[in-house]
């Protein structure tokens, strides 16, 4: 069922998309992604969000917009109802849903890792829930041999023998490579999409998929909107964004979208590790990669080898870059914060707290029923770590003692690593170190059928 748009999400659909129906075209007047991000700051500022736009009392918001944007511009983008409407009605009778940053079920991971860069609207078809279980960006060039066709459909398919989504572009080449072999081996696919996502989904081939919850395809663009290069370009950071760690398959030298896109990883993003194929003929990009500091693909050949993978480029939690992470769930994780980088300077008077919890996603009685359950034991477990028959406890006992707590209610029923740091909202490094903790403390165990870490029996009663 496609989920009803939020006044919030409507709000943000009228002043950034274009709304393309039919034969429409996009509005120049549309708030750039800048632009909106400003405009959310100031929302954020005056305690305000995107629907109080819509509200009886609209026309005294524009006025205080009005530094920020020009409110007849404002007005104009705000008067687009009909057309919305008659967007909404196409998009539920092709089964494409629509998020914004206000909802609740917006991806984690991207608000997490992006942060305000996050898409404002995420367009999109099948599972939603599978934009939260990482899983392994497979990224390469449109035009390539059959042997690298057959050594990529060779990568999705052990990706889905381990259980682990496969992300990728659904450009042609190796993007739908990775996909088609992860599909045909039962494994989960997240597609991001630049262009033509209504077409998309209307494919005989992907429409089961979809259905079947083996399939989400995803867009930051409008459903109708055609190739586009820049749009191309930006939605790669996506697609390392959604994953846990990353496989360039080819790559030109200093040109074309996937060189550009794992290159911001490596000297800017690093949101996850980025790797580069180690056999079979090289190239000049992948060389330039690898200078840059990717690392050599492994090459494994089973699931336990597949698995450790995703554990090798991050030996201590400080590698990740989800340095900080929210105890309660109604906050967000802190930035990315390199190894070595001093914290940036906060102007006087500025909210450290990301707009989006404050703007864009105010809670309500609704969505803090879809918290979850963990939050009352971390508050309980911090709250009984300080009381003061334990005040010699150092900080990190004090946390440990909060996330064994929730590890162990997460962990009624087998989760593997990646899916402890999902939600968590920790790298799959930092999630490791504290599941082998609890392994040697005889908490939990690690079990191979079903593939995970769960709580002994014994301890669910201790």
């Known amino acids: 069922m496609t989920p009803v748009l939020s006044p919030n999400t409507q709000a943000i659909l009228l002043l950034t998309a274009p709304l393309i129906a039919g034969r429409g075209t996009a509005s120049s007047d549309l708030l750039s992604p800048g632009e909106y991000k400003r405009l959310a700051r100031h929302l954020r500022d005056i305690q305000r969000q995107p629907a109080d736009l819509l509200s009886p009392y609209a026309a005294e918001i524009l006025l205080e917009c009005h530094p920020v944007i020009d409110e007849s511009r404002l ?14 009605e196409r998009w539920q009778a092709r089964a494409i849903w629509v998020v914004s940053r206000a909802d609740a079920e917006y991806p984690r991971r991207l608000k997490a890792r992006m942060r305000e860069d996050a898409p404002a609207v995420l367009y999109g078809c099948g599972d939603m829930a599978l934009l939260e279980t990482g899983g392994l960006a497979v990224v390469g060039s449109r035009h390539v041999d059959d042997a690298l066709i057959d050594y990529t459909m060779a990568v999705g398919r052990l990706a889905a023998r381990a259980g682990s989504t496969l992300v990728s572009g659904g450009a042609k080449g190796i993007d739908q490579a990775a996909m088609r072999g992860a599909l045909e081996g039962g494994g989960k696919v997240c597609g991001v999409l630049a262009d033509s996502l209504e077409k ?6 992907h429409r089961n998929l979809l259905l079947d919850g083996q399939l989400v395809l995803i867009s930051p663009y409008d459903p109708s909107a055609g190739f586009n290069v820049g749009h191309a370009m930006q939605r790669n950071k996506l697609i390392y964004a959604l ?3 990353s496989l360039v398959v080819s790559s030109d030298l200093n040109k074309g979208g996937t060189w550009a896109g794992a290159v911001e990883q490596l000297d800017k993003l690093k949101f996850v590790p980025v790797f ?11 060389d330039g990669l690898r200078k840059k500091g990717a690392l050599p693909w492994p090459n494994p050949q089973d699931v336990d080898s597949f698995e450790d993978v995703f554990n090798l480029a991050m030996p201590t939690p400080m590698a990740s870059p989800q340095v900080g992470f929210a105890l309660f769930s109604n906050e967000e994780p802190t930035a990315a914060i390199p190894r070595d980088a001093a914290p940036a300077p906060q102007a006087e008077g500025e909210s450290s707290a990301p707009v989006d919890v404050v703007c864009d996603a105010q809670p309500t009685a609704e969505t803090s029923e879809k918290l979850p359950s963990v939050t009352t034991e971390f508050v309980a477990s911090i709250d009984e770590a300080n009381e003061p028959a334990q005040s010699e406890s150092t900080p990190a006992e004090v946390i440990f003692a909060a996330v064994r707590a929730a590890i162990q209610q997460l962990l ?3 989760m593997k690593e990646a899916g402890v740091a999902a939600a968590l909202d920790v790298s799959n490094a930092q999630a490791k170190v504290w599941l082998q903790r609890l392994v040697e403390e005889g908490v939990i ?18």
């Open 75 to 88: 007005q104009k983008l705000l008067g687009r109802g009909f057309l919305l409407s008659q967007v909404i």
């Open 200 to 205: 998309t989904t209307m494919n005989r081939e």
């Open 243 to 245: 994953a846990d760690t």
């Open 276 to 286: 580069i194929r180690s056999t079979g003929e090289s190239s000049s990009g992948l």
């Open 412 to 414: 009624s029923s087998p």
């Open 445 to 462: 165990e690690k079990r191979k059928k079903p593939a995970g870490y769960v709580v002994k029996q014994s301890s669910l009663f201790e």
